[in-house]
């Protein structure tokens, strides 16, 4: 049995509608990653799908070992996962393998022969239904047929994608006005690091900020840093003593790393601030690093 934890379906389904938001379907990409996992015995729990790549034809070659292992994190093999099968998106067009897909998943299979291709399509969702499916094929790669799965919990699909699309909504694809966005960011050789939301916000009212990763670079990013807050703002992220612990991403593929949310409990001036901000990736490291903050201005 397969099974898919919900915090690793949340994750991949919001990489899937960064490349094919609803407002902008004249715009849809496939995009691609690769599952991490831990087998014992019959049991394949999925531990997370790294996103590689998107565009309007995606692939990774599993014979280039070198690239392959290059684009995942060494804490997860350090923490005994492994690959287990890839993961693509179809936006619009289906649960189904392509002949391409199906040669692709045979070179997984003989990597490993429970390994397994999954299929994700957003417009698939509804409250019962994923969206995705997972499949396998036969010894010659000719034919795929349709692998159980389970989820971890079980819970209401088509809620997660209504958060995720409110979440993404504050990227318009128009420039935001000046006056009412900040975009701090800290920009490094081919990595910037951004944090964008609204700078007026109402008392008692969430406030979401989000934090986003643009870069040029094909190869694992890890960026830490801390949260500090001036002004009565109250934190409802669950992050216990959040001026204290420091906070990790590690990631492959640019876009929103986090959404910050708070409620201001006065009105006055307060402020966000990502501080002890580091970037490292497998050749570079960043010591220092000015700090990023996002200003507020909260009104009654």
Known sequence: MIIIP??????????????????????????IGLVLGKIDNELMRVTDIIPIGSGTSVFVDITDYEKVFSLI?????????VIIGW????????????GTDSKTQLLYQRMHPKAFGLVLDPTAISSTKSGFKIFRVDDLGRDYYA???????????????????SQLALFPALPPSPQRISNTEISWKNIRVMVRG??????NQLFKAALVLKTTLNQFIRLQYRIKITGKIQSIVPLKDYNQNQIVHETISQGTLAIIQFI?????????????????????????????????????
């Open 198 to 203: 609204p700078t007026l916000i109402r008392k």
């Open 6 to 31: 919900d915090t690793v379906y949340k994750r991949f389904l919001q990489f899937a509608l960064e490349n094919a938001p609803p407002h902008d379907r004249s715009n849809w990409k496939e995009c």
């Open 264 to 300: 201001a409990k006065d009105s006055g001036f307060s402020s966000i601030i990502l501080t002890d901000v580091k970037i490292t990736d497998y050749t570079q490291e960043l010591q220092k690093s000015p700090d990023l903050v996002l200003n507020l201005e909260v009104q009654e």
């Open 73 to 81: 994190p060494p804490s997860k093999f350090e923490q005994g996962e």
């Open 147 to 165: 692998v159980d799965y389970q989820m971890d919990p079980i819970f209401d699909f088509q809620e997660v994608k209504r958060e995720i699309i």
């Open 87 to 98: 993961a693509h998106t179809h936006p619009g067009l289906g649960l189904f393998f392509s």
